[in-house]
């Protein structure tokens, strides 16, 4: 068992030091093999049988080692990454008088049915983690790649930035860039850096992994075995003799994949294990005493809360009511945040941001926005909380929208950035700053000598970097003067963005959400609210609204019109108010609006400043409640200020062609034609020009006597002598049938009359 052992650690520590498999791993097998056959062939056959007796539990064991187990969910974020990073770190201070002993064993997990959604991690936290395993901050402790099932897409990457690899028979590893739409230069740089400084994997096998466009050979020459492409072949076939024929690894066109037993057959890994207690005894380690880190949800139990126009407190409040409820009646631990605004309130905004920043702990909850179509001005502040971001090719983040941050504001906004958000998702602070900050200046920087590193930054966070002379300043992305708004794929390019989605289903199916029953759907209030917000609905309540309300002046009496009215203005107002653009001021300008309309038609006739200040009213009530500010101070406000106005002109218009109708053919229609008086005949009228005609009253009409007819209020009929005329009370005070009255005033055809003093 020592042989065995020694035999073992023999073989590792020649690997460790730097002999890559690609160029002397075969003369280093055969001397060890020349020496220790026996040794080399049983433990050869332990490892590939699954070990013969893994039950022993200690008969390789060393019990001076620590082992930790680190799961990680794939897709690996960037979060999760870091999520890695620092439980290694706190387990590397947990441990600093012990730290040769330590070995981090990460189990790269992938669900069952998500395996297109796994394979989807990002390049750049994938990226970060292979650079953190391959520096000198895990100098001297053992890490260890565990594929139980399958690992694909840039996972990759930080399987082959481990020391050792283990992979269960029949699992799958490989198909770097198998979510990649294109390979690019730094991808293959990054592959190529961890391939050489690691030296686990061959560096040609790396490349083949992440580009299926490579054919990837495999070549015995007399001292080694060689992982090469077609063109480097050619080269070595120049220097050294080979034995026999190449064969292909991986072909051109075809993505590249190994089992665990072609894994093992081509060298490529330490062993193939059964299950972790087999990988615990071929790592010599205890398994009662490894330990697991778990800060990973293994099955998502989902809710979809949705942030649809004008931020607001009632709907950040009832956003945080629905995460709070789903938590704790259903245990969920993934919320999508879906997001259709153009933001309204910075404060309520970053109330919610830092709620889904700071309150919901990443270990125990997943956060995605998802971006259907914008996410504008501080709407942008509760994307950039969460995890992740998705959207759709054509969606907006950032940029100016319904509400304009002030200095205090930005100041607030800067500060939960910094401390909160950045620290959440690994990113810098500037770049989601900047979606919403005017005054923020924005820099491409990119580490010297790495051009896959490119990062977001303002020149203040730049100097506050402590290798900051490691970074070089390139592109200008923003200047200063108006927040930065990227559509989709500058999201993607930037790193905000995760993904791009052509619809929800597509994006459940790549969480793996299409048959999860806890998923939330809008209640039927939601739907009839956005509804009812439509501009294509508020036309139309205000056409029919307006168009009730004419007909019950012309019809006092009958109520249907006023009551029709008033049930299309509530809704109008009533989904305003709730979509957060309408308040009391809105409904309060409308009602005083309609009373100096009312006011002007039947107690003071005319067209003076009742009937001109009450219809500018309710046009001023109708435009505030269909956005959330007065006057507009940024481009997306005046297009807003055009869309309102638009509204109120189609009603207008559609007003007038229903009240043409009206007065065409409802009066001909049976059953309706009660409703509204039909139209005077040409007889009828020629009739009432002739009388009106007769009537000839002037000043010196003021002063007769008269008895009234009707009873004023304020208008009515009066007889003076042979003649009974129209009739206006003076005061406004009704006046009853049969009283004396006098004229006192005549103004063109009205008659103004007050009760004769006995």
Known sequence: MRQRLAALLAFTWLVGIG?????????????????????????????????????????????????????????????????????????????KGQKDKLVFILRFDTNKGEEAYAARSEFGACYDLADFLTSESLSGIKTVAYIPYRAEGHAVLVVIACQEIYMAPDAEWGAAGAAERRITPPMQSAYRHIAERRRSIPVAVALGMLDPSRTVLQVETDTERLF????????????????????????????????????????????????????????????????????????WRAVQVLIEGPITPASVERAQRLIEEARQRKDANFVCVRIDSAGGSPRDAL?????????????????????????????????????????????????????????????????????????????????????????????????????????????????????????????????KGKPLQVDGAKAVEYGLCRDLVESFAEFKGLYGLENDPA???????DTLLRALSSPYVAVLLLIIGGVALLVEVQTPGI??????????????????????????????????????????????????????????????SLVLASQTFIVPQNSYQWLQLQKSLLILLFAAIGIGVVLGFINRWLPKTPGLKHLMLAPPSENEAEDMLRRRSLLDIDESFVGQQGVAVTKLLPSGKARFGQRTLDVISQDGDPIDPGTPVVVTEVRGNRIYVRPQMS
């Open 351 to 479: 109330k919610l941001a830092s709620y889904l920043a700071a309150d919901l702990d990443p270990e125990k909850v997943r956060t995605v926005a998802y971006i259907p179509s914008r996410a504008l001005a501080d709407a942008a502040l509760i994307a950039v909380a969460c995890d992740q971001i998705i959207m759709a090719p054509g969606a907006l983040l950032g940029g100016e929208g319904n509400a304009v941050p002030t200095e205090d504001d930005l100041l607030q906004i800067r500060r939960v950035v910094q401390e909160v958000i950045a620290k959440r998702t690994n990113r810098t602070w500037s770049l989601p700053l900047s979606l919403v900050d005017p005054n923020i200046e924005l820099f491409q920087y990119v580490r010297k000598g790495m051009p896959n590193s490119a990062e977001f930054m303002s020149e203040e966070e730049w100097a506050q970097l402590p290798d900051k002379n490691e970074w070089e300043r390139k592109n200008l992305v923003k200047e």
């Open 228 to 299: 090469v492409t077609p063109e480097e072949l050619e080269q070595i076939r120049k220097t050294r003799t080979l034995r026999g024929t190449p064969s292909v690894v991986f072909p051109a066109g075809q993505v590249a994949r190994l089992t665990g037993r072609e894994s093992r057959a081509l060298d490529l890994i330490s062993s193939t294990v059964a299950d972790t207690r087999e990988l615990y005894a071929a790592l010599g380690l205890r398994a009662n005493l490894v330990q697991e880190e778990r800060f990973v949800a293994d099955h």
């Open 19 to 95: 002999a890559p498999r690609q160029a002397g791993f075969a003369q280093i097998s055969a001397s060890i093999t020349a020496t220790f056959p026996a040794i080399l062939f049983a433990k050869d056959q332990s490892h590939d049988a699954g070990l013969s007796n893994p039950g022993e539990d200690g008969e390789n064991a060393n019990p001076g080692m620590i082992g930790r187990l680190i799961p990680i969910q794939l897709p690996i974020t960037g979060p999760s990454g870091a999520r890695v990073k620092q439980v290694m770190l706190r387990l590397i201070d947990n441990f």
């Open 519 to 525: 998923l939330l759907e809008p209640t039927w209030v």
């Open 559 to 620: 109520g249907i019109g006023g009551f029709l009215a008033a049930v299309c203005f509530v809704l109008f107002f009533w989904s305003r108010f709730l979509g957060g653009t309408a308040g009391w001021l809105e409904v309060l300008l409308f009602l005083l609006g309609a009373c100096c309309l009312l006011l002007e038609i039947f107690v003071l006739p005319g067209f003076g400043i009742f009937g001109l200040g009450g219809g500018l009213l309710i046009v001023a």
